[in-house]
């Protein structure tokens, strides 16, 4: 039988970007570093101007945005968006929105990823609290990690340390992950699987089952890590 998944094609997840113009203490405006452990991401930009600061294993780049520019980076890139006038990007990312549901970790100070309270603690943004107050938590812990991501780069060895304390950190959440990604990207990838199946056999039953879809933003206007969000269902 037909997998009955019903979300965004291939299983990704897809979101709407303003990147936050707020100055930081090096003078650049933008969000907050951050790494994701399991899941790909990608940029279409589709206005202004910026740039993605991305820094790896292999050492650290900068990435130039414009309108029309697609860039994308596996799991272990610590990335920092950066907004040089307006920077708006399309975000892809893999695993039903996985990103977003706690597959990334902050550049915050080593003590705060040793601490799973003090972590949650700095980073969670309460989503009744007021306007106001959700963007001063959002800016504080974009300095905070900050902090951090200065001091990977500054000593860029300490790299192998923040992606073991980055595991542990996220360590009691795998089951939860492996469980959307079993219904989202697997379940998709299980779909094409047994269509081609059908389509071997001369069976074309499964054409018949056409629908077309379409939505409007689930959640407009959140307060993620790198900018404001407006968030589509993941399926």
Same mark, same amino acid.
């Given at each position: ?96 929105? =996985?990103?977003?549901? $706690?597959?990334?970790? *902050?550049?915050?100070? %080593? #003590?705060? @990823? +040793?601490?799973?309270?003090?972590? !949650? &603690? ?21 300095? =905070?990690?900050?902090? $951090?991501?200065?001091? *990977?780069?500054?000593? %860029? #060895?300490? @790299? +192998?340390?923040?992606?073991?304390? !980055? &595991? ?68």
């Amino acid at each position: 039988m037909v997998s009955a998944y019903g979300g965004l094609p291939g299983g990704v997840a897809l979101s709407h970007l303003c990147v936050y113009d707020w100055p930081a203490a090096d003078g650049l405006h933008g969000g907050t570093p951050h790494m994701h452990l399991a899941c790909s991401e990608g940029y279409v930009v589709t206005g202004g101007r910026g740039a993605v600061q991305t820094l790896t294993a292999s050492g650290y780049e900068v990435t130039p945005l414009a309108p029309g520019t697609v860039a994308w980076f596996t799991p272990g890139t610590i990335h920092r968006l950066v907004n040089e006038g307006d920077l708006r990007i399309t975000v892809l990312m893999q695993n039903s929105g =996985l990103p977003e549901a $706690g597959d990334a970790v *902050l550049t915050l100070p %080593p #003590e705060y @990823l +040793a601490d799973p309270q003090a972590y !949650a &603690a700095a980073t969670t943004v309460p989503a009744d609290a007021p306007e106001e107050e959700q963007a001063r938590i959002a800016l504080a812990r974009r300095d =905070l990690a900050l902090e $951090g991501y200065r001091a *990977l780069r500054e000593a %860029p #060895e300490g @790299l +192998a340390a923040f992606h073991g304390a !980055a &595991a542990a950190l996220v360590r009691p959440r795998i089951d939860e992950w492996r469980e959307r990604w079993r219904r989202g990207a697997r379940a998709a990838a299980e779909t094409t699987g047994e269509q081609l199946d059908r389509l071997a056999r001369g069976d074309a039953a499964h054409l018949a089952d056409a629908v077309v879809r379409a939505e409007q933003p689930s959640w407009h206007g959140k307060f993620g890590m790198c900018g404001r969000l407006d968030v589509y269902s993941q399926g």
